[in-house]
């Protein structure tokens, strides 16, 4: 990082660069008051000028004066960005749509993703409140499929057997293809901030990874709940079976002894009980979704996606091949009286999951629903290193509704950091208010890794001074 500013008091500009070693180098430039003076009355645009040459002056010297390890590289890339809509869903008061669209509008090429967001609207582009259209999550998944493959009107990946269709999972250790994801999130999109900071970036569209005859393709799960005039709104979202009246699954198989809420009762198609009486219009939804990327360039450093479950059952006593046993959601059993009264009604769920490979982490978020007080990913020896905490609505307003967990916290630590070593032990904690009971809650992490660390600096001006 490179910046330009006047010191205070004196006419000296101070150049500050760091460089792949993490060093802070300042070049001092004096520079007589009376120049400074003088700059002060220019025009901007032409303050702007001098400055600018005094700026790659410095950075001449500099660069003469630094060994080739410490070499200074300028990168100008354009960040594009590009909004889409996916096909429409259509909900009713009480009823549920959780719908898989496949080979929806993405960007194509070698590039790098950088941020990734998406809201449900209405037909005229309005935003829809959480207390209307609860988004319980939307998901984006990645495939390789044949140029002529047409995909089956199916639900997810793992009703799809054809080798024509080969899925392509994140870094996560999740059996089989659970939490393989690239991104999602819930009622908290519009408020978390997804971006991947410079100069990282996650890549895809890779040509010497697509195999050949396939294509690099997308697909998107929304998954939505209408609660308008519902009896239990909150019963509704966290999809307690006696609301939905529901005994089997979405593959009509009954439902395990015990199971009282959760994803197997608020599947597509399904019906929340609603106040009798309540009359309220079908509506055709759609999720517009956000997604920025750069061009691949040798400049960007990749980074691996994690994603960890504190339900994760890992049997430790396999080995080298351990066995993962993510459940991805659980419930929350109330507190007793005695709890309640001395304020001390929380539920922890823990995992514990091994590393296979370490790096640097450069972001993390959890996922929570209503009720959750936070999530925190710790390192073996118990350190920090990363805790996500909740953020509560406080209005009716689109993006503020009250009650609902709105935003989540993100960590952006300074590259370099905050390190896993190989082979580490890492815990992730989630806590939830047991001050109630909750069905079908999650308790997710993700983070961003990335193996090594940026060979250069990238250079960015701070024309302020």
């Known amino acids: 990082m490179v910046l330009i500013r006047r010191a205070p008091y ?51 010297v500099l660069g003469l004066s630094l060994p080739c390890s410490d070499a200074i590289q300028m990168n100008k890339v354009m960040t594009r960005t590009s909004v889409y809509v996916s096909p429409k869903f259509v909900l009713e008061p009480g009823s549920v749509a959780d719908k898989y669209f496949y080979n929806i509008h993405f960007p194509r090429g070698h590039i790098a993703m950088k941020y990734f967001n998406a809201e449900v609207i209405d037909e005229q582009g309005n935003p829809i409140p959480l207390h209307e259209t609860y988004l319980h999550h939307w998901v984006i998944e990645r495939y390789y499929a044949q140029a002529s493959y047409v995909e089956p009107e199916l639900n997810g990946f793992e009703d799809i057997k054809d080798p024509d269709f080969k899925i392509v999972r994140n870094s996560g250790l999740c059996q089989n293809n659970v939490l393989g994801q690239y991104y999602g999130l819930g009622s908290e999109t519009r408020k978390t901030d997804t971006h991947v900071p410079d100069p990282f970036g996650i890549e895809i569209g890779n040509p010497a990874e697509i195999p050949a005859g396939y294509e690099e393709r997308w697909m998107l799960n929304v ?61 055709n939804l ?7 990327w750069v061009d691949w360039s040798d400049s960007i450093v990749p980074v691996k996606i994690y994603i960890f479950d504190a339900t994760d059952r890992t049997d430790h006593s396999a080995g080298p091949s351990l066995q993962h046993d993510c459940r991805v959601e659980y419930n929350v059993e109330p507190c007793s009286t005695v709890d309640t009264v001395n304020d001390q009604c ?120």
Not at 244 to 249: F, H, L, P, Q, S
Not at 444 to 463: G, N, Q, R, T
């Open 10 to 60: 004196n006419g000296r500009l101070n150049l500050l660069i760091n460089t792949q070693k993490m060093k802070i180098l300042t070049l001092a430039i004096i520079v007589p008051t009376s120049l400074l003076l003088w700059l002060r009355h220019l025009e901007r645009k032409w303050h702007l000028l001098v400055i600018s040459l005094v700026f790659l002056l410095a950075v001449l």
């Open 286 to 292: 759609y999720l517009r979704y956000t997604v920025k």
């Open 223 to 283: 998954h939505a709940i209408d609660t308008r005039g519902a009896e239990d709104r909150l019963g509704c979202t966290e999809c307690r079976c006696d609301l939905y009246n529901v005994t089997k699954d979405g593959r009509g198989q009954p439902l395990r002894p015990g199971y009282t809420g959760g994803l197997h009762c608020c599947y597509d198609g399904t019906q929340c009980s609603v106040k009798q009486g309540y009359n309220g219009v079908k509506r």
């Open 346 to 465: 929380f539920d922890n769920q823990r995992a514990i999951i091994t590393m296979p490979t370490g790096g640097y982490i450069v972001y993390g978020v959890a996922h929570q629903h209503t009720g959750g007080r936070g999530s925190t990913l710790y390192g073996e020896d118990g350190r920090v290193l990363c805790s996500s905490i909740p953020i509560y609505g406080q209005s009716e307003e689109v993006g503020d509704e009250a009650g609902y967990i709105v935003g989540m916290s993100t960590c952006y630590p300074h590259p370099g950091s905050v390190k896993i070593k190989d082979g580490e032990t890492l815990v992730v904690g989630s806590n939830y208010s047991s001050s109630q009971s909750h069905t079908g809650v999650m308790g997710l992490f993700y983070i961003l890794v990335a193996e090594h660390l940026p060979k250069s600096s990238f250079l960015s001006l701070d024309s302020s001074l």
